[in-house]
Nanobody, 114 residues
Framework: QVQLLESGGGLVQAGGSLRLSCAAS????????MGWYRQGPGKQRELVAT???????NYADSVKGRFTISRDNAKNTVYLQMNSLKPEDTAVYYC????????WGQGTQVTVSS
């Protein structure tokens, strides 16, 4: 049974930083592309960043230069380092595993105050 458990969310002032973690279990983590999505208040869920099994990354334009996705295959964990946070980054952040079935984590709240 695949499980994704996010952590690291919280309340931060604008300009601050947070690091999200997503611990995966129940699958061969190193073989799968992983991603972070977010859903802000009243908005649709949107892609934030992805990282392939080989380490190639992709970012939404809105977070380029501020966010960094990375993975530690030995720990079965994917990270999202978020710097220079803005109030518009406020959202629930979800981890996603790109398998044919697709798996979501439960989400972690990030709130950026102005």
């Amino acid at each position: 049974q695949v499980q994704l458990l996010e952590s690291g969310g919280g309340l931060v002032q604008a300009g601050g930083s947070l690091r999200l973690s997503c611990a995966a279990s129940g699958m061969i983590f190193r073989d799968n592309t992983m991603g972070w999505y977010r859903q802000g208040p009243g908005k649709q869920r949107e892609l934030v960043a992805t990282i392939t099994s080989g380490g190639s990354t992709n970012y939404a334009d809105s977070v380029k230069g501020r966010f960094t996705i990375s993975r530690d295959n030995a720990k079965n964990t994917v990270y999202l380092q978020m710097n220079s946070l803005k109030p518009e980054d406020t959202a629930v952040y979800y981890c996603y595993c790109y398998t044919p079935r697709g798996y979501w984590g439960q989400g972690t709240q990030v709130t950026v105050s102005s």
